[in-house]
């Protein structure tokens, strides 16, 4: 496994891939909660990072996939998942290393945005008054949300020989799983199904986390949502190795 997500990451860095995906998150995340009158923080008047937490993870919906795309599609299209393949390499590893490395690539690119939590830390009237728990928690959320996206994007790639249909199928997959389920809840009132629809929602799990209270379940839910699409992906791979 160390060795795919050694020639995963190297790739990455020594490409412009990184370094775009990096520049176009921190870019648009930037103009979002610092610039934007609708979002920006200045204007709105509290020590709160809700706006950077909330808007997020849309931008990451679109991002990973960019990412994830190529990871088995392009392995396919240019005969190299072939050569993988017949390599004594378990497939397991061969999955689970394109996971850590593509999940690794976007907790990179979220590190820089700390830096966001200790200039609202100083901008605070008084110092320090804003809520390092939530926080805390929302970062939690946002890596676990990532790594579920990136997993499902990962799934998506091995699909099909095409990066665009990996993408449109990783972007479609991650918004009905995001947005999708909770908004079909509110079609069925409050009954079980709601109920049921509305705790698989990853905007609902998300936000839980956000509270500053770190549930076990909430968390248990989200890298098993991420085991099972890894899973889904082994068993796709293991089809192209017979």
């Known amino acids: 496994m160390f060795t795919i997500f050694r020639k995963e990451i190297g790739s990455f860095f020594n490409s412009l891939i990184a370094y775009i995906v990096m520049a176009v998150f921190l870019t648009a995340i930037g103009l979002i909660v610092w610039v934007f009158p609708e979002s920006n923080i200045l204007d709105y008047g509290y020590a709160d990072l809700g706006s950077f937490f909330s808007l997020a993870p849309y931008v990451l919906i679109f991002l990973i996939p960019a990412i994830t795309m ?58 320090g008054s804003i809520d390092s728990a939530a926080v805390v928690g929302s970062y939690i959320g946002l890596l676990l949300f990532s790594g579920v996206v990136v997993s499902m994007g990962i799934w998506s790639s091995s699909l099909n020989e095409n990066q665009i249909v990996a993408f449109i199928i990783g972007v479609f997959t991650a918004f009905i799983w995001y947005v999708g389920f909770s908004s079909v809840s509110a079609l069925f009132g409050t009954g079980i199904v709601a109920q049921i629809l509305s705790w698989v929602a990853l905007d609902q799990q998300y936000v839980a986390l956000g509270k500053g209270l770190v549930d076990s379940r909430n968390v248990v839910y989200l890298l098993s949502l991420i085991a099972f699409f890894n899973f889904l992906t082994l068993w796709k791979v293991e089809q192209m190795r017979k």
């Open 70 to 127: 190529r990871s088995i599609a392009e392995e396919a299209r240019t005969g190299t998942l072939e050569l993988l393949l017949t390599k004594p390499l378990r497939n397991s590893d061969l999955v689970l290393g394109k996971f850590f490395a593509n999940w690794a690539l976007v907790l990179i690119t979220l590190l820089p945005t700390t830096i966001y939590y200790y200039s609202v830390y100083k901008l605070g009237n008084p110092e």
